[in-house]
């Protein structure tokens, strides 16, 4: 196989859920489009990652150089809520079901021993200053119902600190053992943001 094509299908291998098959497959239908794809692509992703940064108040991606993100500038979702999630995939399914109008905290992961994810790996260090800053009354996590989620969620928890006067709580029914925000439907994630309950 030519080192250049088989570069190329390593690199969509390595994408999220992509795999040796997936990236074969993207590669090859690149190379063979007629119609200017793979340009188009390659220019959006050099543009994307040249002008595109976090927000580094809340980590959801936005334009570089304009400071603070849509969510964190829109003054309408200061309502004193703050959705705890671990990526901005979690954001997106969020707002596509419009359940939430507060304010989001992306931290980056979960904590896990078995994959080498230590508290500093997360994006947890500036909490307690938005608790203070933004007036926050209620931190609701919307992370994964596993076993990592749920150590991250006592530990972010034990960070903040008891004393706080800030309400806790969690997405409730709907939300499987094991399951990530990405599988639900817009019904399901109602009823989880509806009945969340207080930790």
């Known amino acids: 196989m030519n080192p250049k094509i088989e570069k190329l299908i390593k690199l969509f291998a390595k994408l999220p859920r992509v795999g040796n098959r997936g990236g074969q497959r ?12 793979g340009a188009a692509l390659a220019n959006a992703i050099i543009d994307a990652t040249e002008n595109i940064a976090p927000c580094p108040t809340c980590g959801v991606l936005t334009d570089r150089g304009t400071g603070a ?16 999630v671990r990526d901005l ?5 969020l707002e596509k079901s419009s359940v939430f109008q507060g ?14 994810v230590l508290p500093q790996d997360l994006h947890i260090s500036n909490l307690a200053q938005r608790i ?8 609701i996590f919307a992370l994964p119902n596993t076993v990592e989620g749920k150590t991250t969620q006592h530990y972010i928890m034990s960070v903040i600190g ?8 969690e997405l409730a029914s709907g939300v499987p053992l094991g399951g990530d ?4 439907d817009d019904g399901t994630l109602t009823l989880a943001f509806g009945g969340r309950k207080s930790l």
Request: with cysteine; glycine share 8%.
């Open 103 to 116: 304010r989001y905290h992306i931290i980056g992961g979960l904590l896990s021993g078995a994959a080498g």
């Open 89 to 93: 995939s979690d954001v997106w399914v």
């Open 162 to 169: 008891e004393d706080t006067s800030v309400v806790f709580s």
């Open 69 to 84: 993100c849509e969510f964190c500038r829109d003054m309408s979702r200061q309502n004193g809520q703050l959705c705890v």
């Open 132 to 139: 203070e800053n933004e007036k926050i009354t209620e931190i």
């Open 26 to 37: 993207i590669a090859l239908a690149l190379l063979q489009d007629k119609t200017g794809r």
């Open 181 to 184: 925000l990405d599988y639900l």
